[in-house]
């Protein structure tokens, strides 16, 4: 059984030796796109806010698709698409959290101020003579 990819059709019609050509190539080679896979389960697993992380294993598992299948511009696009949704859900998860604590630790230091300041206030002593 054969398992390679891209499969060809058998019934098609093979071309003759005569109208054969061979193409060349110039410049480097692209490297393969990147389909982002292992970041997007980490997306989908730990940062899922608003479904963005499953978004991004989408297109990912869309770009390994496209990659095997040997549609290279496709697999750039949907890669990207996945690396894209991958930012956007980390971002989305990880900051309101530092904001919330950037909040809570000026928040506390403006409240330490507040209380040194007005620790004289309680620490007066009233004498019988201040009720009058």
Same mark, same amino acid.
């Given at each position: 059984?054969?398992?390679?990819?891209?499969?060809?059709?058998?019934?098609?019609?093979?071309?003759?030796?005569?109208?054969?050509?061979?193409?060349?190539?110039?410049?480097?080679?692209?490297?393969?796109?990147?389909?982002?896979?292992?970041?997007? &389960?980490?997306?989908? /697993?730990? =940062?899922? @806010?608003?479904?963005? $992380?499953? %978004?991004? !294993? *989408?297109?990912?598992? #869309?770009?390994?698709?496209?990659?095997?299948?040997?549609?290279?511009?496709?697999?750039?696009?949907?890669?990207?698409?996945?690396?894209?949704?991958?930012?956007?859900?980390?971002?989305?998860?990880? &900051?309101?959290?530092? /904001?919330? =604590?950037? @909040?809570?630790?000026? $928040?506390? %230091?403006? !409240? *330490?101020?507040?209380? #040194?300041?007005?620790?004289?206030?309680?620490?007066?002593?009233?004498?019988?003579?201040?009720?009058?």
């Amino acid at each position: 059984m054969d398992t390679a990819y891209p499969r060809e059709d058998p019934r098609a019609p093979t071309p003759s030796k005569a109208g054969a050509h061979t193409a060349l190539t110039l410049g480097a080679p692209q490297p393969p796109p990147r389909d982002h896979l292992i970041w997007s &389960v980490f997306s989908t /697993l730990y =940062l899922n @806010l608003c479904c963005l $992380g499953f %978004l991004a !294993l *989408a297109y990912s598992i #869309k770009a390994r698709d496209q990659k095997v299948a040997g549609d290279l511009e496709a697999a750039r696009r949907f890669g990207s698409k996945a690396k894209c949704y991958n930012i956007l859900a980390a971002m989305w998860t990880l &900051v309101p959290p530092l /904001l919330l =604590l950037g @909040l809570v630790v000026t $928040g506390a %230091l403006h !409240l *330490a101020r507040l209380a #040194k300041g007005s620790a004289t206030f309680f620490s007066t002593k009233f004498e019988d003579g201040d009720y009058d």
